[in-house]
């Protein structure tokens, strides 16, 4: 059984940083890309920031590039998301997922990932 645990979330004021965790297990972890999304009530889950198999290529949103930094720690099947300086509107559920390397779909997409976690309350008070 494949799973995804996200830690790390808290309520912060802005400005300040917040280190988000994912441990997966049930899965061969060198094997899949990892992304980070986040959804707040009543809209879609948008994309984050995502990075390959060895950490070593990443890709953001441009809401969040030059604040958060994503990387990965394959010896301890766990993903990371640095988030500094917060602001109000990062206030968000923040999921972590995993995407098959055989699976070329784009690493912007939902809908391309394979596996999900049940996700961490991020918010940012003014």
């Known amino acids: 059984q494949v799973q995804l645990v996200e830690s790390g979330g808290g309520l912060v004021q802005a400005g300040n940083s917040l280190r988000l965790s994912c441990q997966a297990s049930?899965?061969?972890?060198?094997?899949?890309?990892m992304g980070w999304f986040r959804q707040t009530p009543g809209k879609e889950r948008e994309f984050v920031a995502t990075?390959?198999?060895?950490?070593?290529?990443?890709y953001y949103a441009d809401s969040v590039k030059g604040r958060f930094t994503i990387s990965r720690d394959n010896a301890k099947n766990t993903v990371n998301l640095q988030m500094n300086s917060l602001k109000p509107e990062d206030t968000a559920v923040y999921y972590c997922?995993?995407?098959?390397?055989?699976?070329?779909?784009?690493?912007?997409?939902?809908?391309?990932?394979?596996?999900w976690g049940r996700g961490t309350q991020v918010t940012v008070s003014p």
């Open positions: 990075c390959n198999w060895s950490g070593h290529t990443t």
């Open positions: 049930g899965l061969t972890f060198s094997n899949y890309g």
């Open positions: 997922a995993a995407k098959d390397y055989r699976n070329l779909a784009p690493d912007v997409k939902v809908t391309s990932y394979n596996f």
